[in-house]
């Protein structure tokens, strides 16, 4: 049976006809309907999230599992490490997370059990700018960042998410972290900065390693001190994924979750 598992998914603003894929056990590959058979393959592994530069069509990213992040300034031709700096013995989640600055394409995040920037541009060389976010590895499984997101209006301002459900924000560009309360202590999926209001911020949260199907989705609109559910109407269902769309007041949101995705048209 010809199936694909998609882990993440990414837009390129320089061949917006294609879409670009990281798939369990496949690699990364791009294409679209017209060659639907034939996708090209991009990079190995596992395949995770891709990131395009804004304005170098030549340089992107890909990673495989567990944060190894590689870079091409050649357009694919060519490939090289893009971890150099953090520590090899760092807990890192499968799917490690990591991203462009929108504020400069020179700067880059990720996060293994600590939050790492880097300023060097498209080659990445990582400095850790936080503690153990986690709780430490307290038991067999591994206490690793799942999420971080950067105000697109202020880049002093962060946000992080853990699998142990802890919830941090710096208002300091990463010099100083403050921890967020106010959530259940599940995994935390998804961390979004508004893209529309400073002061507002979502978070998805998965309880489906308790069993529990609660939709966990909040948002806070005073940096992260308090939290409101907004889950509304949705169905008992953990969320993977949250996408608030940009330019429309924070009305238009949508989620991804064990039995699909769903949107809303007020803010949720």
């Known amino acids: ?3 694909s598992q998609v882990y993440r998914i990414a837009y390129n603003p320089h061949q917006p006809q294609n879409y670009y894929a990281g798939t369990q056990d496949n690699g990364s590959a791009g294409g679209n309907a017209t060659t639907i058979n034939n996708w090209e393959k991009i990079y190995g592994g596992d395949g995770f999230q891709m990131r395009f530069h804004p ?26 490490s893009a971890r150099d700096g953090i520590d090899r013995s760092d807990r890192t989640n499968w799917n490690t997370p ?3 600055s929108s504020h400069d394409p020179n700067v880059l995040f990720t996060g293994t059990y600590r939050v790492y920037k880097s300023d060097a541009g498209p080659i990445p060389e990582w400095e850790p700018i936080s503690q153990d976010l986690t709780n430490g590895e307290t038991d067999e499984l591994s206490q690793t ?8 209006i202020n880049p002093a301002i962060l946000y992080v998410g853990t699998t142990d ?13 403050e921890q967020l309360s106010g959530l259940p202590q599940r995994y935390i999926t998804e961390i979004v900065a508004s893209p529309d209001f400073l002061e507002t911020a979502y978070i998805t949260v998965s309880g489906y390693k308790d069993n529990e199907n609660t939709p966990h989705i909040y948002r806070s609109i005073d940096k992260g001190l308090t939290w409101q559910s907004i889950a509304g109407n949705l169905p008992p269902l953990a969320i993977n994924c949250l996408k608030v769309i940009p330019n429309q007041e924070d009305k238009v949101l949508f989620v991804g979750t064990d039995g699909g995705v769903y949107g809303s048209l007020d803010s949720g």
């Open 98 to 100: 990591y991203f462009i």
């Open 145 to 152: 960042i799942s999420t971080l997101d950067q105000s697109s």
């Open 165 to 177: 459900g802890n919830a941090w924000r710096s208002i300091t560009g990463g010099m100083t972290w």
């Open 55 to 80: 304005t170098e069509p030549t340089i992107f990213y890909a990673e495989s599992q567990r944060g190894s992040i590689g870079v091409t300034i050649d357009g694919g031709d060519t490939w090289e």
């Open 1 to 3: 049976i010809p199936t």
